[in-house]
Each structure stands twice: as structure tokens, then as C-alpha cells.
């Protein structure tokens, strides 16, 4: 199933309807790694109000089509695991630039021997890293 098979399957098993918005924001989400709310709504370019994008996301957050990475008091989001491929990130603590680090088994394995330790099947988690970037460390 594509994306946009999944993207419209999961808004029909829910009994959402495929709006114009919905399918450009999620077209937006799927041009780029991740995206702040601000940089979204700019890109909008003014088709759809402000209001209307945080209700959006908010409904793609409750139907796991993205996932909001938390950057210090902010966030970013992006598409889910579901829509693309499993990783973490790293953030520059100086300039917030954020990288997607690409999947490792070993730490993976080790997260689901943790918390089966525990007693737990582990479901989903999120790892983020922060530091100082190469460009920042010049400064
Ligand atoms: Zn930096
Ligand atoms: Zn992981």
C-alpha cells in the first residue's frame, strides 16, 4: 500500500472524509524530514487558516499519521513510523537543526530486552539526542 493509499484508508476507517486540506498537508508533511508548526502553516501559503492547520495535525496525531518530536519546548513533526522508516534524531542544543539517525539493531534489540525485563512488550518508543553540531562548534 502506498502512503497515500494508507493516508486515505486510515481517514475512511475512521470515518473522517479525504478534505482538499487534509491531502495537502498531508502532501506537505511528505516533502520534508520534519517540520515546525510555523514553517507548516507558512507553507500553506495562506489556503488554509491557521485554526484549521492545528486542528489537522492534532487529528493526524490521534490517528498516528505523525508524531510530534519533542525540541526543548517546542516540537516538530513529522510523518509516522507507519509512513516512512524507523529512526531517532539529534538536535543541536544552539542552532535546533535536527538530524534523523538511521536505525541501529543493536539498540533496538536492547530496548525490547529492557522492557521485556520489565515485564513489558514494548509497542513504540522515541530516543532524542542533543549536542552541538559541527557548523556551531566553530563558533
Ligand atoms: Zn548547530
Ligand atoms: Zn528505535
Not at 16 to 32: A, D, M, N, P, Y
Not at 87 to 103: D, L, R, V
Request: net charge positive.
Amino acid at each position: 500500500m502506498s502512503n497515500n493509499e494508507l493516508f486515505a484508508t486510515t481517514l475512511k476507517e475512521n470515518h473522517f472524509s479525504l478534505t482538499k486540506s487534509r491531502q495537502r498537508i498531508f502532501q506537505l508533511l511528505s516533502e520534508v524530514e520534519s517540520i515546525t508548526m510555523r514553517e507548516l502553516i507558512y507553507k500553506t501559503n495562506h489556503t488554509i487558516d491557521r485554526a484549521s492547520v492545528y486542528r489537522t495535525i492534532s487529528l493526524f496525531e490521534n490517528l498516528r499519521i505523525i508524531e510530534k518530536i519533542k525540541i526543548g519546548f517546542k516540537y516538530k513533526i513529522e510523518l509516522s513510523d507507519l509512513y516512512s522508516y524507523h529512526h531517532h534524531h539529534i538536535t543541536c542544543i544552539i542552532c535546533h537543526k535536527s538530524k534523523p539517525i538511521h536505525e541501529n539493531k543493536q539498540l533496538e534489540k536492547i530496548l525490547i530486552t529492557q522492557a521485556s525485563s520489565l515485564g513489558y512488550k514494548l509497542s513504540k518508543h522515541q530516543i532524542e539526542l542533543s549536542g552541538i553540531c559541527s557548523v556551531c562548534q566553530k563558533l
